[in-house]
């Protein structure tokens, strides 16, 4: 017993001598470790920016997603950086340049609704201002459009194009479409005048900023016969209501706001035709029989309702091609059928 006594301190001694040994050896090596020993992409002037801006869990991530220099570095200083959002920041300023800290904020607002695989096609077509409009409005059961250049794209009952405005208008007449449109326009309305002894149609409107498609939207209030403002295809260009077309929707409205008539839209418009002239009746006939061969349908055609949701409209045709046009006149389809 004596002798374990006697020795008792030296252990005590020996232990804390290897503790002090294991305490420095971790001090020192902690003094020389290398956060970014596993990030071998940036340089040295970056890594201490790097360093300065992200925490250990920050960098933890950097090194584990291997985002390099060039995604972050322009927004890592900026106070509302996200590391987890640089692969949209990225995307964004790519698409369209903006001032880095409207991106940062414009991402980190919104980036839960804005898909990764779909931020470039929206970029390319809405400023930043516009989809932070729309994603700030109440859109019940209505999506925005990505590509809205899309030939075959169509806004309505459930989708929206917002307040996009067409890069490419021409002018045809009085009215703006897209310039194949208003090609085939021109095209269609000389020969309808050298065949239908002399008499002339125009288009009445083509093109539709947001604010008049939303004037027009206000003035006839009936989601059957024009849709709001972000949802009415003439916003696309390449729709146009031909001569007749307003005085059609004026009769519609009237005729379904009299309390004395009971009957459906459907009917509604049979009975405006029933009352048009006989000219105005061949025209329709005609538009019917002969858009095609131009590259447009009518829009919204009486036997269509039930899968465009939308009431006759005879005089509002839109170009989807020849081809296009062709193949819906002969299997006597509409747009949303073929979709």
């Given at each position: 017993m004596k002798t374990e006594k006697s020795v008792l301190p030296y252990r005590w001694a020996l232990i804390l001598f290897c503790a002090a040994?294991?305490?420095?050896?971790?001090?020192?090596?902690?003094?020389?470790?290398?956060?970014?020993?596993?990030?071998?992409?940036?340089?040295?002037?970056?890594?201490?920016?790097?360093?300065?801006?992200m925490d250990q869990e920050d960098i933890d991530y950097l090194i584990n997603q291997q985002l390099q220099p060039g995604v972050f570095m322009e927004f890592l200083t900026l106070p509302e950086f996200d590391v987890h959002n640089a692969l949209w920041y990225r995307q964004a300023m790519d698409t369209q340049n903006e001032d880095p800290e409207v991106v940062v904020h414009f991402i980190n607002r919104y980036r839960d609704v804005l898909p990764l695989k779909d931020l470039e096609t929206l970029l390319r077509h809405y400023s930043y201002a516009q989809l932070a409009d729309w994603y700030e409005q109440p859109h019940e059961d209505v999506t925005l459009i990505p590509d809205p250049t899309?030939?075959?794209?169509?806004?309505?009952?459930?989708?929206?194009?917002?307040?996009?405005?067409?890069?490419d208008l021409t002018r045809q007449g009085n009215v703006y479409l897209k310039p194949e449109a208003a090609t085939s326009l021109?095209?269609?309305?000389?020969?309808?005048?050298?065949?239908?002894?002399?008499?002339?149609?125009?288009?009445?409107?083509?093109?539709?900023?947001?604010?008049?498609a939303q004037s027009l939207y206000l003035d006839v209030n009936n989601d059957l016969l024009v849709y709001p403002?972000?949802?009415?295809?003439?916003?696309?260009?390449?729709?146009?209501?031909?001569?007749?077309?307003?005085?059609?929707?004026?009769?519609?409205?009237?005729?379904?706001?009299?309390?004395?008539?009971?009957?459906?839209?459907?009917?509604?418009?049979?009975?405006?035709?029933?009352?048009?002239?006989?000219q105005e009746q061949e025209r329709i006939q005609w538009l019917q029989d002969n858009a095609?061969?131009?590259?447009?349908?009518?829009?919204?055609?009486?036997?269509?309702?039930?899968?465009?949701?939308?009431?006759?409209?005879?005089?509002?045709?839109?170009?989807?091609?020849?081809?296009?046009?062709?193949?819906?006149?002969?299997?006597?389809?509409?747009?949303?059928?073929?979709?």
């Open positions: 040994v294991a305490g420095t050896c971790l001090y020192t090596v902690n003094r020389g470790y290398d956060p970014l020993a596993r990030y071998p992409y940036a340089d040295e002037t970056q890594r201490e920016t790097i360093l300065a801006y899309q030939m075959f794209a169509m806004s309505g009952a459930h989708a929206s194009v917002w307040t996009y405005i067409p890069a021109t095209e269609m309305l000389e020969e309808y005048h050298r065949v239908m002894d002399e008499d002339k149609v125009e288009a009445e409107t083509g093109y539709l900023r947001f604010d008049e403002a972000g949802q009415n295809e003439q916003q696309l260009g390449w729709t146009a209501a031909l001569t007749g077309h307003a005085a059609w929707m004026s009769a519609m409205k009237t005729l379904l706001s009299d309390p004395a008539f009971t009957g459906t839209p459907v009917e509604a418009a049979r009975n405006v035709y029933d009352g048009l002239s006989e095609w061969r131009y590259g447009f349908i009518i829009r919204w055609p009486e036997t269509g309702q039930e899968s465009t949701g939308h009431v006759w409209q005879p005089f509002m045709i839109r170009y989807v091609g020849q081809e296009k046009a062709r193949d819906l006149h002969a299997a006597d389809r509409t747009l949303e059928e073929s979709q």
